[in-house]
């Protein structure tokens, strides 16, 4: 259930999100988790994904963030609005959504017309750990999750998930409780 305080500050991230994070001019792309400095709209506690600089930031106190490298969603598959974790997994199990199925036959061809769910591991494609977005209670299917192709953070390749190295998302995973809202702008 979003609280007054979440609703609001949730709108005030939507509401200024071009001018929120002071800008890092000439900083070339870098994954690796930093502290920052941000504006001082946003709550301790709060993720804040920036899906066009490809980065996440989780607000550790009033002006300050632990900034975190992505990979987001390709052109049109791309998650934004507000959601809460609700659900949080270590080594989850995956299986693509039926429109993945319809979109990349070839490539999710194990999955189609079975009810095959990849177990958890290594070798799954949501990696160490699962973060699970859900709206007014409903799962959105999106999640920020780990990645065995450490080479697409940084670009807009998923199927609409955030993508974070299995180390990073490990960390993430560690400091943010359920009820965490997520903002993606």
Not at 81 to 91: C, F, L, R
Not at 100 to 107: D, L, T
């Amino acid at each position: 259930m979003f609280s007054r305080r979440t609703f609001l500050s949730a709108l005030a991230a939507t509401a200024v999100a071009p001018h929120a994070i002071q800008a890092q001019t000439g900083e070339a792309f870098d994954p690796t988790p930093q502290e920052v400095r941000i504006k001082k709209l946003y709550v301790p506690g709060q993720l804040l994904v920036l899906p066009r600089s490809f980065y996440l930031y989780l607000v550790t106190e009033e002006r300050k963030a632990i900034r975190y490298g992505v990979g987001v969603g390709k052109a049109g598959l791309e998650f934004t609005g507000t959601a809460v974790i609700q659900v949080k997994k270590e080594w989850p199990t995956w299986r693509p959504t039926q429109e993945m199925i319809e979109r990349s036959p070839r490539e999710y061809a194990k999955f189609a017309d079975n009810d095959y769910v990849q177990p958890g591991g290594p070798d799954n494609p949501l990696g160490a750990r699962a973060l699970y977005l859900f709206q007014n209670g409903v799962d959105t299917y999106f999640r920020i999750h780990g990645t065995t192709q450490p080479s697409t953070i940084g670009h807009a390749v998923s199927n609409g998930c955030i993508r974070m190295l299995n180390e990073h998302v490990v960390d993430l995973y560690n400091r943010v409780p359920i009820g965490t809202v997520v903002t993606v702008l």
